[in-house]
């Protein structure tokens, strides 16, 4: 298996902690999301790559958030295609697949 990696940009990572804020807030758009994700992120202006799953949404904190923190810590947590999240520097999602 070989093992593919896609690591969003600033500007992806603050399109994407808008996405994450609208869905949190929207249940019809966490849905949306979680049914078709490509759209949606086409919709909020992320170019991702075909082929590479797209990450999943976090779950939602408890208690009151602000998209501006959101947006500044977009960066700060890593999405795996098993749904994992761990601290790291840059939002990146790891998919596996076959190599060719």
Known sequence: MAESMYVFGDEDRRKFARLV????????LRGRYDGDPRP?????GIAYP???PA????????GEFDITELESSAGSVAFTTDGTASSVSTALCTCFGDSQ
């Open 40 to 44: 949606l992120l086409t919709q909020y």
């Open 55 to 62: 990450p999943p949404l976090p779950p939602q904190p408890e």
């Open 21 to 28: 804020a609208a869905a949190w807030q929207d249940g019809g």
């Open 50 to 52: 075909e082929g590479v």
